[in-house]
């Protein structure tokens, strides 16, 4: 493991706005049309924000920040932070109810938020009328405000020179997992920061090129990857806005990388049948412009797992799909993507990092693991072995090279009445490969397995496909004939809609249908 020197965010921000100047940070969209930030506005808009809210207290407080990626949304998180405050990043989409949870939960004193909360902002604010400042920061005037009044010729130019301690807890971010009390994964400046100070063996995200934005900002993997080591790297950050608009907007953008979830990889392969079928005179190349642009080389996946034969496909476009590997606790990423990476392998474990395994489970040691779930230290301590090293709770090996593999959860065996334990995932990834499934889940039921399978309607239709139940029990019984006891199928369930998934694009593992 290299030893690791860990900047801080002023450090980076001050060090972009030097070196890049007025070269384009982000892009985005505002009323149809693309506006651009070169780098040395983001760090004159992002050090505004940290003196308005010093001006407030120079005491460290929580401070929520919740809305949809925009430019005003990624400055006022870089600018919390800056402030040497502690950042809560927090969906946009949960209820006023569950805000005020997490706000009680976290101890927040200031909330900013976006348009997109506007209409339950009254019923927070009624159920935690502490909060202040309790701002909304999509507000036309309020960051041309902010920007001018806290300018670095501005009386509190001053607020934003001190030192940070970069051991101290500098984002509380909290998990989304589906069941019991959502944990808040303290990270400090060595573990936010810390994580992308790895050594990329392959890093197609260089200077000058640019990168499309489309997964939640309040993903500590987004935050961390699309703005703070693009901004550290001077790569352009384009923002996607919402996730119906991604096809439209990856020919706006004309980015070279993406990260999504394989969802989102499965539905842009799907747009691209249905130009090819539309239009039988366009070759690939051509039919793939059209969907995925001119420039777009590469798509890095995590969240779920990444079939081999969507990888198979996108390859044929000319699109390396990629996947990498990574849980909040750590800092984020654990493997990265990797050209080398064998099939199946979500990624080389980068060089910041220590991994093993016991008992199956994959176990972390590295600089960026977090200090701990916020006000929950037996639940933190369960997460660590006694010699130190961090609980994945997913099941897999490292090969001699390097690179990790993962074959399951710990917490998803199932265990049968004659003690054999299964990993649906397992038997689950037999399927990656067969079109006709789009989505399966294993499960148990009355101590046997069940399939609940989620078709691809739209290949079975262009493959000719006509009994699709048919076809599908086919497969499972060809498979059954030379599956283990303990992983035969003993039922299949065909649903026509897609199977319920968590906020990260996970198949959920409890659900009712």
């Not at 384009?24 to 930030?37: M, N, P, S």
């Not at 006022?76 to 805000?99: H, Y």
């Not at 198979?312 to 699109?319: F, M, R, S, W």
């Not at 984020?332 to 008992?359: K, L, M, N, Q, Y």
Request: proline share 4%.
């Amino acid at each position: 493991m290299k030893e690791l020197y860990v900047p801080t965010l002023r450090e980076i921000i001050d060090n972009s706005a030097a070196k890049y100047g007025s070269k384009t940070f982000i892009k985005y969209l505002k009323d149809d049309e693309i506006v651009e930030k070169s780098y040395s506005e983001v760090r004159r808009d992002a050090i505004a924000v940290c003196r308005y809210i010093r001006k407030f207290t120079t005491e460290k407080q929580h401070i929520a920040v919740l809305g949809k990626t925009s430019y005003e949304h990624i400055i006022f998180m870089l600018g919390v932070i800056l402030s040497g405050n502690v950042l809560v990043p927090l969906a946009p989409e949960i209820s006023a109810d569950e805000a005020a949870m997490l706000v009680k939960d976290a101890d927040v004193n200031a909330f900013l938020y976006g348009n997109v909360f506007k209409d339950r902002a009254a019923d927070l604010k009624r159920q935690c009328p502490h909060l202040f400042p309790f701002m909304n920061y999509d507000d036309d005037i309020i960051m041309a405000l902010v920007a001018d009044k806290f300018s670095d010729e501005s009386e509190f130019a001053s607020l934003s020179e001190f030192e940070v301690d970069k051991e101290e807890c500098c984002t509380i971010v909290y998990t989304s997992g589906t069941t019991g009390r959502k944990k808040g994964v303290m990270l400090s400046t060595n573990s936010l920061i810390g994580n992308i100070m790895y050594t990329d063996k392959w890093d197609v995200l260089t200077e000058g090129r640019s990168t499309l934005s489309v997964l939640p900002m309040h993903h500590l993997y987004c935050f961390s990857g699309d703005v703070i080591r693009n901004l550290r790297d001077g790569v352009t950050l384009c923002l996607n806005g919402e996730i119906r608009d991604l096809q439209k907007n990856i020919l706006r953008f004309q980015p070279y990388v993406m990260r999504i979830v394989p969802l989102i990889a499965q539905s842009l392969l799907q747009r691209f049948r249905v130009v090819s079928s539309k239009n039988p005179g366009l070759t690939t190349s051509q039919a793939a412009e059209l969907v995925f642009g001119k420039h777009l080389r590469q798509i890095i996946s995590g969240a779920a797992y990444l079939k081999p034969s969507l990888v198979a496909e996108y390859a044929k476009l000319g699109i390396k799909l990629i996947q990498g590997y990574g849980m909040t606790e750590a800092g984020c990423r654990i493997a990265v993507p990797d050209p080398a990476a064998p099939v199946g392998a979500v990624g080389r474990v980068i060089d910041i990092c220590e991994v093993r395994t016991s008992a199956g489970e994959i176990q972390v040691r590295t600089p960026s693991v977090m200090l701990g779930y916020y006000k929950m230290p037996e639940k933190t301590a369960e997460m660590f072995t006694e010699d130190g090293w961090l609980r994945t709770g997913d099941i897999g090996e490292v090969d001699e090279n390097g690179f990790l593999f993962i074959s399951g959860r710990l917490k998803n065996l199932i265990i049968l009445s004659g003690g054999e334990n299964v990993s649906p995932e397992a038997i689950e990834k037999k399927f990656a490969n067969y079109e006709p499934v789009a989505e399966i889940l294993v499960r148990a039921e009355n101590d046997r397995l069940v399939a609940d399978v989620f078709p691809d309607y739209d290949y079975c239709r262009m493959s000719g496909i006509d009994d699709i139940e048919k076809t599908i029990r086919d497969k499972v019984n060809e498979m059954n004939i030379t599956a283990k006891p303990s992983h035969i199928i003993s039922e299949v369930n065909i649903y026509e809609n897609p199977l319920p998934k968590t906020a990260t694009g996970k198949l959920k593992r409890r659900y009712n249908i």
